[in-house]
């Protein structure tokens, strides 16, 4: 019940944060999210219904090698995804225009005039 909770949750989590407009954020959706899949094929190999591989006499009780491959393989994927697109959220931070920067208001916090952001681009 509570490997379900927490893939739940995870998954919740994970849906509201890749929804958001900050890229941090979507990242960390991200990440959220390939727990919560990792989790969950966990769960489906049914772990606890078998015991430890190579410690029960009967083959039929050990624990199955497939999901746990799966996941091993899918933390290796989800760590390069995260690295690419943590590296296109530092290259592409100049291009981001979700979420307002101090250099594009002035004191008052409204945009600057267009004569005055015409002369700083010269």
Sequence with gaps: MSLALSIGVLAAIGVYLVLQRGMIRIILGFVLLTHAINLLIIAAGG???????FFGEDPASAADALPQAFVLTAIVIAFAITVVM?????????DD???PRAAHT???GQPPSRDASEGADR
């Design 106 to 108: 002035d004191a008052a």
């Design 97 to 99: 225009d979700t979420e």
């Design 86 to 94: 943590a590296t296109f959220a530092v290259v592409g931070r100049g």
């Design 47 to 53: 772990v606890g219904r078998r015991e430890a591989p």
